[in-house]
């Protein structure tokens, strides 16, 4: 007794001892400043303040701590460390787990976050805002081009953004053909070609890059810009004279009569945006190809100075000198915080509504719009950033909840044997504060190997899952894998939340007042949790939330309630499910018992009945090997599921294979070239219009696509369940050209039925009304007859109309003459050439031997899908899954190897007695391996059920933002039947080394061990 | 003044899965000597494992007074109890995985109750060999107990449970697990730990001729110590002829002379010449004179 009470006063001297000298560092510090006089001890003393003190102020309350918790427990170390350390490395291995998998995590994300805005970026280059003035009447006078200007520079000066915006360029513009002849295919065509009048940098900048002449001087000149197809295509050259047409009806023919309508000018130079460098914003590396400055379509300009373009313009008497007025706002997109991205969108939106503001104030413009692609493109990002947090925060939470539930499980699993050792201490005098000392000193050594090796898994598999390609295959990698100090202190430090709470949680359980009574218990019953219906409970809350978020009036905060509603009502029924259905462990046990007896199977059949007799740790393992399968199913199943869905998506959107946008219709000989390129199938013209009606408040959208009848069949994309009769039956029936196909539920909102005429007004347009009514816009009417129904038709229908409100749309298919018989602005009608791809050849090959011949704006489906093979987003998509599939791997393993090794270890005794009684090794496998496939059999009939519960529900929650056409449930049998074997051996492999190595255990040596 | 009293004592095990209040001990009254060693008798369920939990500091009484030396154990908290086992007892147990921590050696495991008193390194490690010597295994001081027989892990017990020196040695049916030759040597062992130290020992056991070993024998039948007598005089347990009378008057009749005699629920007592006659109430008369203690 004397010695300890010295032993303990000694303990107590130390840390009074390092108190004092802590507290004595901290009131030199404080009392140091005072000193006045400099002296050699002075100078001492401040050294020990610059560099001792500092480090000391840190250090000691550190060590003092360290002292006070460890202290206490540490005579203990030795002897227990050596007793305990693989008992600790069991629990190790869930949390380096733990820790892997937060690592992996972290490190992917910050890689991503790095590279993925700037990938972003590279896909968009119209990186400004642009202001757009449209029918402004171009003066022939430079103070025009400078009062433009200078509305701009008001505004952003007003609201401080000057520095934001690195350059600004003013052009006009106005929508113009030309007649020229084809020396290639022999005719003469009537391509595009907008004229475009400028000044400032744009001109200095076109009159340095032209290839061939001069620059224009004098009135009626201008510079060429077109691409080398263009001008092969075209007969425009150098001091050519060139006739610059306005349409003033749908066909162009219609102008090449009419005087009023064109003007002759005369090119006084080339120059090929084919071999312009990119435009250079002022203050930055940031180049743009010059035909999204000047939103070429067609890649050909007449470009001309502001004074001569009006001049120009005002020739041509049908513009009446109207042109749109553009003006771009580069934006310092190198500042754009990407994860801050909320405040950019909402600063680029305020420089629109400031813009807008003072061009009224100003110069009492109302019709001014603002286009920002950049907002458009941040939103976007915003978007599929957040979709993929919640992709990686679906999977990975439950990873992360499962390697904390192994880790607590197995300390559990060893529980007993830490209790033994721990009891004997206890009965030997050891009070609960050296017990709990120590096993906190031995949690910060487990934890911190953990820690190490964690981090060591954890970065060469989060190099790997950047380089996921696909389902467990892997590439080379768009994201490289970005290390940087935050990232590591984010992993590090989650990681240690982990490890503190795992570790809190073992020291706790261990800490309990132990019973040597309660060893060696047979657990009949299911874990106390099933006492209270947790399961039952989780599953109720689960749906609950999940009705909550399915609500429509959640609808506007899809992005935060997914991952904060959806995704956790997902994860509640997943847990909730897995529980309950542990309740049939008992039941599925004795059918398995009654069939092996049937068949008189008796060592299977007793083997079997231990799954009753263990049933709480058999229950325990049962959860664990049940989440982990179900997170494999729902990791094939969704990202398979995903990808149709994505993939109809993108053919929905799209329509066909290859898609050209803004395709010269009237250039027959152009699509006879595509028809017989051998890299493509077929080909058909497609027009969409949307005719449009204002009655008061009520905005009526008809938009109508025509087809080809008989071309669209073989080309367009076209799903079964789109349309109750087969695509060629239902455009059989649009006999003439009046004849329309409506979406099924509008004829309900329209009141209308199959065979009813529809009467349409809409808001016409032509040029050659101006000189009779003042304004080439007037209202017609029509009449459509409805010949029959579809469910979906791409490109045509996105949403839905629905009735009492203010805009409705209709969607109409109708044949491709349905558009001689309106009045319409051509502008407003986009004109697409469909291409199916010969399927022998690689889509992107065809995509470019296409462009090659058409040039324009040429999609393929393939850019359209979300996620591309080797892309950021394919990257994101699949490390989240192979994530979850390397983790489920090594779980099932390790569980089924440490539940195996401990039930070994508590039945030796028993096993002893087998062999004792003439058991063979054979005999004694089969027994102890049967009971684990009957398990094995359970958990992944239970892991089927609730992994497809699961994804089910997450692709609810993933396809929050589309949801024409619907999508079904996918599921991939040939990866999963892999993935499952693969499980099923991982657990397998596990289960039958302990068990082997058990059944060549000597019997004498199991018996003295067990005792 | 004994050096250990008890009086009255009294544990009710209140299981937490149940509403049963289970009675272990229901007033047990004995006083032992310092230097004494005795073993405690009794069938199973009869609560001698329960007193010996209670001596040990590992169990909290229900009521009644229990001392030990100095130390007040009725009143004491968890932390008291803690310092009396760390300083005052030593245990040996029936299960040799109860003694001793498998994984490490025999040295180590008799060091550890030396750690908890924080004796330096060099004197734990010379007393531990010592101690391993003195029962004989100072030449498998390094081997873990699974390299050991039974007798031997005993053996390494016993050197753990004495090896802070305590003032009273318990042990539970510690020759259960052995066989007779090997049980006879741990308690030549016991007895010559006992007369060399004079460290009070008292052993449980349902073996008659283990208990012979010890000087005096204490049954405990039902919670009550039922009787008691010096070891040398008894060849068989019935031959013991002193049973406990308590302070209120309760004595308990020993069981072999309630089956022979058929003994009915009444009983009539008489005293006649300093004698005490029970006899039943058909004037049926006991035979064997009681006398009082």
């Known amino acids: 007794m004397k010695d300890s009470s010295q032993k303990s006063v000694r303990y107590n001297l130390l840390l009074q001892n390092i108190f004092i000298v802590t507290r004595t560092y901290f009131s030199f510090i404080t009392s140091f400043s005072k000193k006045k006089k400099e002296d050699q001890v002075n100078i001492f003393w401040k050294i020990l303040y610059f560099i001792i003190a500092p480090i000391a102020i840190f250090l000691l309350p550190i060590f003092d701590i360290f002292l006070l918790i460890f202290l206490p427990g540490l005579h203990l170390f030795k002897p227990l460390f050596k007793a305990g350390w693989k008992y600790g490395l069991i629990s190790a291995i869930g949390v380096t787990l733990a820790v892997a998998v937060i690592t992996q995590y972290v490190f992917f994300i910050y890689s991503y976050q790095f590279q993925a805005f700037n990938l972003f970026l590279a896909d968009e280059p119209r990186t400004y805002i642009q202001v757009q003035v449209e029918s402004t009447f171009i003066q022939q006078s430079f103070n025009q081009y400078n009062s433009f200007d200078r509305i701009s520079a008001i505004a952003l000066n007003h609201i401080n953004m000057t520095d934001r915006v690195l350059q600004r360029d003013l052009f006009f513009k106005r929508g113009m053909f030309t007649r020229t002849f084809d020396p290639i295919t022999n005719e003469t065509i009537l391509p595009n070609i907008p004229l475009i009048g400028t000044e400032g940098k744009l001109r200095t900048y076109l009159s340095n890059n032209i290839a061939i002449g001069r620059a224009p001087e004098n009135p009626y000149e201008i510079l060429a810009v077109v691409s080398h197809d263009y001008y092969n295509h075209s007969s425009i050259r150098v001091n050519s004279l060139t006739n610059l047409y306005i349409p003033i009806s749908l066909t162009k023919d219609a102008s090449l009569y009419v005087p009023d309508a064109y003007t002759t000018v005369n090119v006084s130079g080339i120059v090929f945006l084919d071999d312009l460098a990119d435009y250079n914003v002022l203050g930055s590396n940031i180049g743009i190809p010059m035909e999204y400055i000047l939103e070429l379509d067609e890649r050909a300009a007449a470009v001309t100075w502001w004074i001569q373009g009006a001049e120009i313009l005002q020739s041509i008497v049908m513009t009446y000198g109207l042109a749109t007025i553009n003006e771009d706002l580069f934006y310092d997109v190198t500042v754009i915080d990407a994860f801050h991205l909320e405040d950019e969108i909402n600063t680029i939106k305020l420089v629109g509504v400031e813009l807008k503001e003072w061009y009224l104030i100003l110069e009492s413009y109302t019709q001014v719009r603002i286009n920002s692609y950049l907002v458009d493109l941040l939103e976007k990002f915003q978007g599929e950033y957040n979709l993929y947090q919640t992709f990686m925060y679906a999977f990975l939470s439950p990873i992360i909840a499962l390697t904390i539930i192994l880790t607590v499980y197995a300390a559990n699993l060893v529980r007993k044997k830490r209790d033994q050792q721990l009891t004997i201490l206890t009965e030997r005098g050891a009070k609960r504060s050296e017990i709990g000392s120590y096993l906190a000193l031995e949690s910060l050594i487990i934890g911190g190997v953990s820690l190490l090796f964690g981090v060591l898994v954890g970065v060469p598999i989060s190099a790997l899952l950047t380089k996921s390609s696909g389902f467990l295959s892997f590439s080379n990698t768009t994201i490289p894998l970005q290390i940087d100090l935050a990232s590591i202190y984010v992993a590090l430090m989650g990681s240690a939340g982990a490890i503190l709470l795992i570790q809190i949680v073992n020291t706790i359980t261990l800490l309990k007042k132990r019973s040597i009574e309660d060893y060696g218990k047979v657990e009949k019953s299911l874990p106390k949790y099933y006492k209270y219906f947790v399961d039952v409970i989780l599953i109720v809350f689960g749906v609950i939330i999940w009705v909550i978020y399915k609500m429509p009036g959640l609808s506007d905060y899809q992005d935060f309630t997914a991952k904060y509603v959806g995704i956790p009502a997902t994860i509640l029924v997943l847990f909730g499910s897995i529980l309950f259905l542990q309740r049939l462990l008992p039941l599925f046990s004795k059918i398995i018992v009654k069939i092996s007896t049937l068949f008189k199977s008796d060592i299977i059949s007793l083997s079997v009945r231990e799954i009753s007799r263990y049933q709480k740790s058999f229950v325990r393992s049962s959860i664990i090997l049940t989440l982990s399968f179900s997170l494999v199913v729902s990791s094939i199943v969704i990202p398979s599921t995903y990808q149709s869905y994505n993939t109809e998506g993108a053919y929905y959107d799209l329509g066909a294979d290859i898609v050209i946008r803004g395709f010269p219709i009237d250039n027959t000989y152009l699509k006879a070239e595509v028809d017989a390129l051998t890299e493509v199938e077929s080909s058909t013209i497609v027009r969409f219009v949307n005719l449009r009606d204002v009655q008061g408040d009520l905005s009526i959208t008809y938009s109508v696509l025509t087809v080809n009848i008989t071309e669209y069949e073989q080309t367009a994309y076209f799903r079964k369940d789109f349309a109750n009769k087969p695509l060629g039956d239902l455009l059989a029936q649009l006999e003439n050209p009046l004849q329309v196909l409506v979406q099924k539920d509008e004829l309900g909102v329209l009141n209308q039925n199959i065979g009813d005429e529809i009467a349409i007004a809409y808001r016409a347009y032509n040029e050659s009304m101006r000189e009779i009514i003042g304004s080439p816009f007037f209202y017609e009417n029509m009449s459509v007859s409805v010949v029959d129904s579809y469910n979906y038709w791409p490109v045509l229908v996105n949403e839905l109309s629905l009735g009492n409100v203010r805009s409705i749309f209709y969607h109409f298919v109708a044949d491709i003459e349905f558009m001689d018989h309106i009045q319409i602005a051509p502008f407003d009608v986009i004109d697409y050439l469909f291409i199916k791809g010969n399927s022998s050849y690689a889509l992107g090959d065809v995509t470019a031997k296409v462009l090659s011949l058409t040039g324009g704006t040429v999609t393929n489906v393939e850019d359209k899908i979300f996620v591309k093979p080797d892309s950021p987003r394919s990257s994101i998509l699949f490390s989240a899954i192979n994530s979850t599939l390397i983790m489920s791997f090594a779980i099932n393993a390790i569980i089924l190897a440490l539940f195996a090794s401990i039930q070994l270890i508590d039945k030796a005794r028993e096993i002893a007695t087998m062999k004792a009684i003439g058991i063979s090794t054979n005999q004694l496998l089969k027994y102890y391996m049967a009971v684990y496939i009957a398990l094995l059999v359970f958990t992944t009939i239970c892991g089927l059920v609730v992994g497809y519960i699961t994804s089910t529900m997450l692709m609810g929650v993933l396809a929050t933002n589309r949801t024409i056409p619907p999508y079904s449930m996918g599921l991939p049998v040939v990866q999963l039947l892999i993935s499952i074997s693969a499980l099923l051996i991982a657990a397998f492999l596990g289960a039958i080394i302990p068990t082997f190595s058990s059944s060549r255990e000597e019997i004498g040596t199991e018996l003295r061990q067990s005792a | ?293």
């Open chain 2, 1 to 293: 003044m004994s050096f250990i009293e008890i009086r009255d004592l009294i544990k009710i095990y209140n299981p937490k899965e149940s509403n049963l209040r289970v009675p272990a001990l229901r007033g047990v009254e004995l006083n032992i000597e310092q230097g004494e060693f005795i073993s405690i008798i009794g069938p199973s369920g009869s609560g001698k494992t329960t007193l010996l939990l209670m001596l040990a500091g590992m169990a909290e009484p229900s009521a009644g007074y229990l001392r030990v030396g100095d130390f007040r154990l009725d009143q004491y908290t968890e932390t008291d109890r803690s310092n009396y086992r760390r300083f005052s007892v030593g245990t040996l147990w029936q299960i040799p995985n109860r003694n001793l921590i498998w994984e490490i050696s025999a040295l180590e495991n008799v060091e550890i109750p030396m750690r908890l008193l924080g004796l330096p390194r060099e004197q734990r490690i010379k007393e531990a060999k010592e101690m391993l010597a003195e029962v004989g295994m100072d030449h498998r001081m390094n081997h873990k107990p699974k390299q050991l027989s039974g007798g031997e892990v005993q053996r390494v017990g016993l050197a753990c449970a004495l090896a802070h020196k305590p003032l009273l040695l318990l042990a539970d049916e510690p020759t259960g697990e052995l066989d007779s030759k090997t049980a006879g040597e741990l308690l030549r062992y016991f007895k010559h730990l006992n007369d060399t130290r004079g460290i009070t020992a008292i052993m449980v056991t349902h073996d008659f001729d283990v208990a012979k070993a010890t000087d005096r024998l204490i049954q405990i039948v039902d919670g009550r110590i039922s009787g008691y007598s010096p070891t040398a005089d008894l060849k068989t347990i019935s031959d013991m002829y002193q049973v406990y009378l308590d302070r209120y008057g309760g004595l308990q009749l020993p069981r072999h002379i309630i089956d022979k005699l058929e003994v009915q629920q009444k009983i009539a007592i008489t005293e006649e010449n300093g004698k005490i006659i029970l006899s039943q109430d058909d004037d049926f008369v006991l035979s064997k004179e009681v006398k009082k203690d």
